[in-house]
């Protein structure tokens, strides 16, 4: 696009460079261009940003619901005044195409509305106890919260955390991931633009080894939110209990899509497809095991494969796009090794799997949508999460086995249910280890609705009223009479 970007981070409202001088290049995934150097933080730097979230917190504790309602309101407008500009932003450093972006900006500027309007509808209580008084409760900020967001996601997820970090009156630094920080980063200078005091929220990118770690070890960073893969998260929990702190974690999955015979085919096959292609596959929910009772088996591969065929890759910046590149040609390759493990392992490729041909993608990561037939339930493809465009379809007998199948899995993060009887959906939902599950849809993440997993998948919960546990403190005190 014939521009570099160059940026800094954002401490106590001023946006500066890393002590240490280094910067982080950014490679444009759909291009393989070099776009945008970014400074790479490290232990100093995250040391000031804590030190500065630590100074402002009590002045922003002070902060009254009403004022902090407003602030919050503002940063939203301001976002969706920014919707174009945030999303070819988007677009360009993820490599997901242009109309998923818009989506996910409107997203974040929902996030930062609905917990404004919770500011002032949260509280305390009266409790009647066994004594002669008044026992009270209130909820109170944690701190100073570390806000650790991922690569596949980056200005959604980080809403999920800042904006009930903000409305429960805490101070935050935020580590996006190093691939993909430069939402992130306006999204900390609208909220300045917006109202909110220098110092609540800072914005350090920096490598996980250095500034991550730095930011978990912290002993002024009272909570740690961690969304990301299962591994560097259970290293992460190993860190924060060093010093006891409140740890939320929101991990990987490998959700079952169950199909049975009386689904309406002409939306299950196109929401099949969707719930595993969208951004690319790289999607923690993303339904990348396609359970299919035998009966109906044959006919849904079959419509299944000529809706991949039909899909248009293409420069994530362009409108007709579906499929944008994958993140990198690293992690392209490594979805391409999972490719040929699951042709060793005797799956049979349906289609996909090869690197588009066409001139304008052939220095990106792009890779052609993947659908392997007669996967087995225990075949490396179908039990680790390959963070790709690649779908597994299992066929299976029986209700039982269906379940016993998409139980067979460390994770248990998200998943779907289609049938049209409404007992078996129940049945069903309620037999699955898994933290949301949809019903004749793909879509289980809703802003209003709790979200998280169970297993692998993580500890805690995203978004809904319950987030706000994750972000307060409740603090009884007892009046004698």
Known sequence: MGFHLTEKLLIHGDRVPAVSGQVSELTDPATGELWATVAAGGAEDIDRAVQAADRARAAWRRVNSRDRTRMLLRLANLIREQQESLAQLESRNVGKPIR?????????????EYY?????K?????????AAGTSLTFREPVGVCGLIAPWNFPIAITAWKVAPALAMGNTIVLKPATQTPLTALRLGELALEAGVPPGVFNVVPGPGKVAGEALIRHPLVRKISFTGSTEIGTQAMKLAAEEIKNVTLELGGKSANLVFVDADLDKAVPKAMWSVLGNGGQDCCARSRLLLERPLYEEFLYRLSHEFKQLKLGLPLQEDTEIGA????SH??????????GKQEGATLVCGGTIPAEADLKHGAFLQPTLFADVQPEMRIAQEEIFGPVLCAIPFDTEEEAIAIANNSLYGLSGSIWTRDISRALRVARAIETGVISVNTGHSVHLEAP???VKRSGIGRELGLAVLDNYSEWKSIFIAE
Do not use: M
């Open 116 to 120: 404004a309007g919770a500011i002032n």
């Open 332 to 341: 392209r390759d490594r979805v391409q090794e999972y490719i040929e493990l």
């Open 100 to 112: 998923e972006a818009r989506e996910e900006v409107e997203l974040a500027a929902d996030c930062f």
């Open 451 to 453: 979200f998280g997993g």
């Open 326 to 329: 994958l993140i990198s040609l």
């Open 122 to 130: 949260i509280g305390g209580e009266t409790i009647p106890v066994g």
